[in-house]
């Protein structure tokens, strides 16, 4: 177990006590403590190593020669002062101590990306800059966007994951070259002010911000192709989402949908579909009309029976409905020429037809169902790579048995992967 994995191990595993009881800790949480303190003195002593090691090599490295500067995991106060390196593309600052980044830090106009997640930046400056265009400012404790990004005119991607950022402001609207911003699990309040000031973004990720509702005007969002919406509260959507029409990757994944809201159906561009985790009991037949669509995630519903409709999704190649209610499997499935992924796995199944005529399947997943009949036709399918059918009650002899094990041994020298 490497040393991040037995941290978290050890964070997870730590009781919470009240304050008046905390004096009170059994032998086992002494240990567990004192463990954990020992994990955060050899980190320390690893950063500082590391640290004094960097700035010791700093002065001798070559500012020709230098493209990446890799300071992370330095449990940095300061930002080294890097201004020599004129040809410097990456400055990486992830996982230090920094609490505030000054507009002196990267005068470097050769800088292309900026990496200072994981600090405790409360506050953070940039200079004027024509080259950066991606900077991830997530995990930190910054409560606004900072005005100063305003500055670097060519940027592109900026990352805010997980900071305590309430609202989006007006000069968003008029970063020109912005097309990815990330917000997920920050306290954004979703208005019709902030639809308007996000009606240029390409790529929006807003998931994780407790959202219960989108605001009316969302449709003046026209710019905007791949959304995140994961793991809020939404249950409905107004009918100007209908206006998305440039929509290719929508995800709804965790939230409280208990169908899929027709006005999704007009969306002829989406290729990506994702209510995982929701409370679907069914998916109307609408979704037909969604020519382009090419992955479809409805898993971890209660979804009892699959639509027709879904044999018009020509271009259909992951379809995951594990986890439903789903007593049968769809005949139409075998008329799906581009479809290679099929996980219909945690259901009720009893019977499937044959699929070893299915050009594209190359990986199926039934296990936890109730199937009686192995398809054996699938071992001899030429494409696929994994074929999983584990906890079926399946009826076969002891020859069969038999037979399934040693022709199993053959077959993942192949690439097939057969777990029953």
């Known amino acids: 177990m490497n040393r991040l994995a037995c941290l978290l191990l050890f964070i997870l595993v730590l009781p919470a006590f009240p304050a008046k009881a905390q004096k009170k800790k059994s032998g086992n949480n002494v240990i567990q403590d004192t463990a954990f303190q020992a994990l955060k003195l050899e980190w320390a ?131 020109d070259s912005l097309n990815e911003l990330v917000l997920n699990y920050n306290q954004i309040k979703f208005n019709r002010r902030t639809a308007r000031r996000l009606a240029n973004i390409e790529r929006i990720q807003i998931g994780g911000n407790k959202l219960v509702s989108l605001p009316k005007n969302v449709g003046v969002m026209k710019g905007v192709k791949k959304l995140n919406l994961g793991k809020n509260q939404l249950s409905e959507l107004p009918k100007s989402f209908a206006k998305l029409d440039q929509l290719t990757n929508l995800i709804f994944y965790e939230n409280n949908f208990e169908q899929i809201p027709d006005v999704l159906f007009s969306l002829n561009k989406l290729t990506e579909l994702d209510f995982y985790h929701n409370r679907l009991t069914e998916i109307p037949s609408g979704i037909g009309n969604l020519s382009q669509l090419k992955q479809l995630f409805v898993a971890f519903n209660q979804i009892t029976r699959l639509p027709d409709s879904l044999r018009n999704l020509k271009q259909l190649r992951y379809l995951y409905a594990h986890h439903n209610q789903l007593g049968n499997f769809p005949l139409w499935i075998t008329e799906m020429p581009q479809l290679e992924r099929v996980d219909l796995s945690y259901n009720k199944i009893l019977r499937m037809p044959d699929l070893s005529e299915m050009p594209a399947l190359t990986e199926l997943d039934m296990q936890e169902n109730m199937l009686e009949y192995f398809p054996w036709e699938l071992l001899e399918k030429p494409q696929m790579r994994l074929l999983i059918l584990k906890n079926n009650p399946f009826i076969l002899t002891s020859e069969e048995s038999k037979m399934l094990k040693d022709w199993q041994k053959g077959l993942d020298k192949e690439g097939l992967i057969v777990v029953y």
């Open 45 to 175: 002593k690893r950063a500082t190593e590391k640290r004094n090691q960097f700035f010791a090599q700093l002065p001798q490295l070559n500012p020709d020669s230098v493209r990446v500067l890799d300071m992370s995991h330095l449990d940095l106060e300061l930002i080294p002062d890097i201004a020599r390196f004129d040809k410097l593309k990456v400055a990486k600052l992830n996982n230090n101590k920094l609490k505030i980044v000054d507009d002196q830090a990267f005068l470097n106009d050769s800088l292309q990306i900026i990496d200072l997640s994981f600090n405790a930046l409360e506050q953070a400056r940039f200079p004027v800059n024509l080259s950066v265009h991606s900077i991830n400012l997530s995990y930190n404790k910054l409560k606004r966007i900072p005005r100063s990004v305003r500055k670097l005119k060519q940027l592109r991607s900026l990352d805010l994951e997980k900071n305590q950022i309430r609202r989006i402001p007006r000069f968003i609207k008029r970063m």
